[in-house]
């Protein structure tokens, strides 16, 4: 049974099959997951370290250096990088990609937990390995005008939380903002002192009177009782009736000698919302989970629970991630039906037959339903990668289809009606070596991509996936299913229609004059390369370079510092004039802000320092560009002192994934901390000066003033105390002590005992502070010490053991590459760095030459595999080489489209450039298979064979070329949301789609003229 025959005899079943496949695309199309980026482990663990205020140069050598010493000797571990500030510390552990992370992190884990006895006492540690899921998806705040701080801390965190922490696909839902509710116990000193008590002293008392303990049990009554001793406090009467003292004078309660009132949790934090003090709730999502789907089901219980909520509490949403996965999901959509229906009308203009048009038309949605359902065979899910891959496959998806059908409809015509459907099958046998061949070109680019690594690699692997995934089905597709339907739908009428037209027959007679010419003097086409090589080049050199590309993500981030040491009140001041700022700008809808936390709760942050997240206008409105622009420049005019960094949250979360967020990292070594300081300055000073350069900053982040208080332990030791009681007293006095806790409903409040404000509100008031001794006497604490104001040490950053300073920036309406270029220019001038001081350039230009050098590598490897299947093929060096010139003259000029179209060389025009490889190869065999069947099946002549070839496939060519070309136009114009990431690749195949068909149809026959093996002379 030959290939025909088995078509013919098993088209039921496998029309069955791709109708089945089709259905079950669509069922599966509503049960992947969803989500912003693809399921990704990045390689880094975060470890945060706590040891209570201790000076950034001790916590460095006593908890920083201890604890990278030993996550070094983790398996795997790459680099190791530090941050240590007053009383706490950073490090951010890196790994090889494709580390088991699960495994990764609970070794890191295991590992400082064996040294944490050798650390200073009371030391703190949290270990999390970073993925997309470390920061939210959906995220709403709640306002009120009436309701206090903590009644909106208490609605969040004891029924919000609960209720949304129950829905599928959340991994933790966080508060932020608001207030926590306490009670204070602020202590009269001068009863205090009457009574000879001590503020420790009055704590013991409060935590011995609230008591529940069990103490026993006994038997009675035929019970079993458990009995237990009760004495909690229920009311403010009781915890001031608290008895503190007994004896002959009397007994003292609490209320005699302190104030009770019901206050907050001391906090150094203030979240906003709109201009409003609001607490946040973040909805996280776990690994793998649907965010569209999460972020519905957010929506209909906060719904269905507003009625439950105080009527003057306003809940408003102010980020939602699963707006850009949806819209980009109808862009997807869009491009896709656009494509196809600009495909369709290309066939319908050449071959002027509907059933035809309709039969390659079918194909996709065929197509994309069996991939959909092979992503979800392989465990993965609809992301911004995946959509754009199958966005991207249309116009490749129909190439296939085309090229069958028109080889089919060209046999058929030319035999007539004289067994009609006998033909069919065998033009679609006779064409089975070349759609193999030229498909198997397509595919094999992919297999290098499956070794790329880094951020590259995380990324553009679901892409690969997706589309060779397509293109596979397609071919199988076009192989089998076409040909059925074109036996089944087309009739003898169609096999009677009239070949060709006027249009087909003039562009046939030009092309084989102009080929015939060029034969003759092949020397005027190899002459027509050196314009070509030189535009290429001079595009090359002019072209901008990027990392990812940038989109309109709808929202930015903006990270603001106020200078070291500013106060949370003052910080709060002067961000009420941002927001200010923030307000007035019509194309935003709403934001929210963070001071002394960040939108992920990732990193070191000070009471100067925060983020904003601001969500734009959806709809018409200006670039985000412009409007990060508008508002960068109010506030550098009107709000002095305050620096600011601006980043869309994509980029921000992937600077943050890779600790690496911003553009331009210049890394300063020395292990002199005063060259460090001079150089980071000079070389922050001379980078504001470059051209495009924003958000400048030296990377020297002290810590806030400090009052050192330094104990004599000589007149110390004369009043009857030691160092380590005066720090207790002045702890007690200053912090307060949380002395024991009340159950309130579902929480727990305490109750935290110390002075008033007024005593210990001022430097000079600390001085005066009336320690007590042990015999009972006071004293004031200027008697044993002296207090000294230090200025803030800096943070000391550390990477892989060596002392470094970071100087970082960003860019604004310029490339990266450039921009770098003169960074470079700038560096290498003479004592711009200390003595002994060196760099190294990092932040996002590293991964971006790393990610250039691993497509570099696989644009050579496709380029390897391509040689080999054309070798496979054919078998003669000659011709394989002839027909690899064509795809990499096209790559060359790839350059020019993005030169053209303004669009920068990035990871993902480097992506297009490597498939143009495979698209013109494929185009390419198309000929070369169609000469030699004229030259060694009909025994035609070789340079006439030449010429009558390309005239065959001049029509399929031209129709692949312009379905194609007209199918990726969506995603080139960037049309609708999302798409811009994907607009680099398609602008990147289009331009190697627009110069393979004079490629192949002229120079090809021209250079395998030239390559033949000339007759022998007679």
């Not at 950073?90 to 609970?106: I, P, Q, Y």
């Not at 465990?379 to 089919?408: C, K, P, W, Y």
């Not at 046998?429 to 680019?445: D, H, K, N, W």
Request: with cysteine; glycine share 8%.
């Amino acid at each position: 049974m030959n290939f025909s025959q088995w078509i013919q005899s098993h088209r039921r079943s496998i029309l069955f099959i791709l109708a089945l496949l089709s259905i079950a695309g669509a069922v599966t199309a509503f049960r992947l997951p969803t989500s912003l980026f693809p399921n990704v482990a990045f390689p880094r663990v975060v470890i945060s370290l706590d040891a209570g205020d201790r000076p950034a140069e001790q916590m460095a050598m006593l908890v920083t250096q201890p604890v990278e010493e030993a996550v070094r000797r983790v398996p795997g571990v790459l680099d190791v990088r530090s941050t240590s500030s007053r009383g706490s510390a950073e490090l951010s552990v890196n790994f090889a990609w494709g580390s088991d992370m699960a495994r990764a992190t609970l070794e890191t884990n295991s590992a400082i937990t064996q040294i944490l006895p050798l650390l200073p006492a009371g030391t703190q540690m949290h270990v999390r390995r970073m993925d997309p899921t470390v920061f939210p998806i959906v995220a709403y705040s709640l306002t009120s005008s009436h309701q206090s701080p903590v009644a909106l801390y208490d609605l969040a965190q004891y029924q919000l939380r609960p209720l949304l922490s129950a829905i599928p696909g959340v991994a933790r839902v966080k508060v932020q903002g608001g207030a926590k509710g306490e009670y204070h116990v602020t202590i009269n000193p001068v009863q205090l002192a009457a009574h000879k008590l001590s503020l420790s002293d009055v704590s013991q008392r409060l935590a011995a009177n609230n008591v529940i303990s069990a103490v026993g049990r006994l038997e009675d009554h035929y019970k079993l009782y458990l009995v237990m001793v009760n004495s909690q406090f229920a009311t403010l009467d009781q915890i001031a009736g608290t008895v503190i003292q007994s004896g002959a004078a009397g007994i003292v309660h609490l209320g005699d000698i302190a104030t009770i009132t019901r206050s907050t949790v001391p906090t150094w934090q203030r979240v906003t919302a709109d201009g409003k003090d609001a607490v946040l709730i973040n909805i996280f999502q776990q690994p793998g989970s649907n965010s569209v789907t999460i972020a519905h089901d957010v929506k209909a219980k906060l719904a269905a629970f507003h009625t439950k909520m105080p009527p003057d509490v306003h809940l408003a949403n102010w980020y939602d991630q699963s707006v850009l996965i949806t819209d980009s999901a109808v862009s997807v959509r869009d491009a896709i039906l656009i494509g196809a229906l600009l495909a369709a009308a290309t066939l319908l203009v050449f071959l002027r037959n509907w059933k035809i048009t309709l039969i390659a038309v079918t194909v996709v949605p065929i197509v994309i339903s069996s991939t959909i359902v092979l992503l979800g065979a392989l465990n993965m899910g609809f992301n911004i990668m995946t959509l754009g891959g199958m966005a991207a496959a249309v116009g490749l998806i129909i190439d296939d289809a085309i090229v069958m059908i028109e080889h089919i409809i060209r046999r058929v015509r030319e035999g007539g009606t004289t067994s009609f459907h006998g033909r069919v099958l065998s033009a679609a046998r006779e064409f089975t070596q070349p759609l193999a061949g030229s498909s198997a070109a397509t595919l094999v680019i992919f297999i290098p991509l499956a070794f790329l690594s880094g951020v590259t690699g995380a990324f553009f692997k679901a892409l690969s996936i997706t589309m060779a995934s397509a293109l596979l089905i397609s071919f199988f597709v076009s192989l089998l299913a076409v040909p059925i339907l074109c036996d089944h739908w087309l009739t003898h009428k169609d096999a009677e229609q009239e070949e060709g037209g006027r249009f087909d027959t003039w562009l046939r007679t030009r092309y084989e004059r102009v080929l015939r010419r060029v034969l003759r003097r092949p020397a005027w086409v190899l002459l027509g390369l050196i314009p070509l090589a030189f535009v290429s080049w001079m595009a090359y050199a002019h072209v901008g370079s990027g990392f990812m590309p940038a989109m309109d993500e709808g929202g930015f981030i903006l990270d603001y510092h106020m200078p070291p040491g500013t106060s949370l009140s003052e910080t709060d001041r002067v961000l009420r004039q941002v927001e200010t700022i923030i307000k007035a700008n019509p194309n935003v809808s709403t934001y929210s802000r963070r001071t002394g936390t960040g939108l992920g709760g990732i990193g070191i942050s000070e009471a100067n320092e925060g983020d904003f997240f601001i969500r734009l206008n959806s709809g018409k409105r200006e670039p985000i560009d412009t409007v990060m622009n508008e508002i960068r420049t109010r506030i550098e005019h009107e709000v002095p002192g305050l620096s600011i960094e601006m980043a869309q949250l994509m980029e921000d979360l992937i600077g943050d994934l890779t600790a690496v967020p911003q553009p331009v990292q210049i890394k300063i070594f020395s292990d002199d901390p005063k060259i460090l300081d001079s150089s980071a300055h000079r070389v922050a000073a001379a980078l504001g000066k470059i051209s495009g350069i924003v958000d400048v900053r030296n990377g020297i982040n002290p810590a806030g003033d400090a009052l050192e208080v330094h104990v004599a332990p000589d007149r110390a030791a004369l009043e009857g105390v030691d160092p380590n009681a005066v720090a207790q007293m002045l702890n007690d006095m200053l912090t307060g002590k949380v002395a024991t806790q009340v159950q309130r409903g579902p929480k727990m409040v305490g109750i935290r005992v110390w002075t008033p404000a007024t005593i210990r509100g001022s430097d000079t008031a600390l001085g005066n502070l009336q320690l007590r001794a042990p015999d009972g006497h006071l004293f004031p604490l200027k008697r044993i010490a002296q207090i000294v104001p230090v200025s803030g040490q800096p943070q000391i950053n550390r990477d892989n053991l060596r002392r470094m300073v970071s100087v970082t920036a960003r860019i604004s309406g310029r490339d990266l590459g450039s921009t770098i270029a003169e960074v470079k220019t700038m560096l290498a001038k003479p004592k711009l760095l200390g003595k002994n001081a060196y760099y190294e350039l990092g932040g996002l230009y590293q991964q971006q030459q790393i990610a250039f050098h691993g497509l570099l590598t696989v644009f050579a490897a496709a380029i390897a595999l391509v040689f080999a299947l054309l070798l496979f093929l054919y078998e003669r060096f000659r011709t394989a080489g002839a027909v690899l010139a064509m795809p990499l003259l096209a790559a060359g000029t790839v350059f020019i489209g993005l030169w053209v179209t303004g669009v920068e060389l990035n990871i993902t025009s480097m992506m297009g450039m490597t498939m143009i490889v495979g698209i013109v190869t494929e185009i390419a065999i198309f000929y070369v298979s169609e000469f030699r069947a004229l030259v060694t099946e009909e025994g035609m002549a070789p340079m006439e064979a030449l010429v009558i070839a390309g005239s065959n496939r001049l029509r399929p060519i031209a129709m692949t070329t312009v379905a194609a070309i007209l199918a990726l136009m969506p995603l080139a114009f960037a049309l609708g949301q999302g798409s811009a990431m994907q607009q680099p690749l398609a602008v990147a195949i289009i331009t190697g789609l627009i110069v393979q068909m004079p490629l192949v149809l002229i120079l090809l026959p021209v250079l395998l003229a030239l390559l033949m093996p000339k007759p022998p002379s007679t």
